[in-house]
Nanobody, 122 residues
Framework: VQLQASGGGLVQAGGSLRLSCAAS????????MSWFRQAPGKEREFVSG????????YYQDSVKGRFTISRDNAKNTVLLQMNSLKLEDTAVYYC????????????????WGQGTLVTVSS
């Protein structure tokens, strides 16, 4: 399984970025997909996740209403649209995959992308 995350960068507060995760080497539709992030000196935390079919998504409270996750099972991709970015959104963002039901704990995810850095400036 390979997960390739992209789309990070430097953006001013209030701006937008769209992260993309391209998956290969798996039957994508059988995997729940999530985004996690890790800021310097902090633990990795769940940001958003989407079920195998894409019909249900979940968000950390701090990003609700600002971030939107989506997936395309025909293209083996998952996207995270991030709007109204805040300084506290600065982190390395990782996409992660696990077979079966979506979970919020990082330690149950079997496969991880390399991470993409999002830096929000004032």
């Amino acid at each position: 399984v390979q997960l390739q995350a992209s789309g990070g960068g430097l953006v001013q507060a209030g701006g937008s970025l769209r992260l993309s995760c391209a998956a290969s080497g798996l039957t994508f539709s059988t995997y729940s997909m999530s985004w996690f992030r890790q800021a310097p000196g902090k633990e990795r935390e769940f940001v958003s996740g989407i079920t195998r079919s894409g019909d249900t998504s979940y968000y950390q409270d701090s990003v609700k209403g600002r971030f939107t996750i989506s997936r395309d099972n025909a293209k083996n991709t998952v996207l995270l649209q991030m709007n109204s970015l805040k300084l506290e959104d600065t982190a390395v963002y990782y996409c992660a995959a696990k077979v079966g039901r979506l979970r919020f704990q990082a330690n149950v995810y079997s496969d991880w992308g390399q991470g993409t850095l999002v830096t929000v400036s004032s």
